[in-house]
């Protein structure tokens, strides 16, 4: 079964930087799609990196410049660097996973999900 992890959270000042890993085992996919999704207290969860198999990746405007979602193959994680943290970044962090070539931020694409990790950024 697939199974995604995650790792990384943490509390960090503002300005600086975190970087959060997503363990994926289980999948047979020859085509799939990963993101990142965070929710904040009384917010929406919002989708914000998405990255698929052919490399392309969709940020949102929120981190656009400041994060970057990547795919290491070996280690067949997905990574998340995030520099320049703001406080609202605060949030619960998710990783996504599914089949097919699709780099989207829409929840309702991905079946699987990792168990979400605390990211507290104080100012």
């Known amino acids: 079964f697939v199974q995604l992890v995650l790792s990384g959270g943490a509390s960090v000042q503002a300005g600086r930087s975190l970087r959060l890993t997503c363990a994926a085992s289980?999948?047979?996919?020859?085509?799939?799609?990963m993101a990142w999704f965070r929710q904040a207290p009384g917010m929406e969860r919002e989708g914000f990196a998405g990255l698929d198999s052919t490399l392309s990746t969709t940020y949102a405007d929120s981190v656009q410049g400041r994060f970057t979602i990547s795919h290491d193959n070996a280690e067949n994680t997905l990574d998340l660097q995030m520099n320049a943290l703001r406080p609202e970044d605060t949030a619960i962090y998710y990783c996504?996973?599914?089949?097919?070539?699709?780099?989207?931020?829409?929840?309702?694409?991905?079946?699987?999900w990792g168990q979400g990790t605390q990211v507290t950024v104080s100012s």
């Open positions: 996504a996973a599914d089949e097919g070539d699709i780099a989207t931020l829409n929840p309702s694409h991905y079946g699987y």
């Open positions: 289980g999948y047979t996919w020859i085509t799939w799609s």
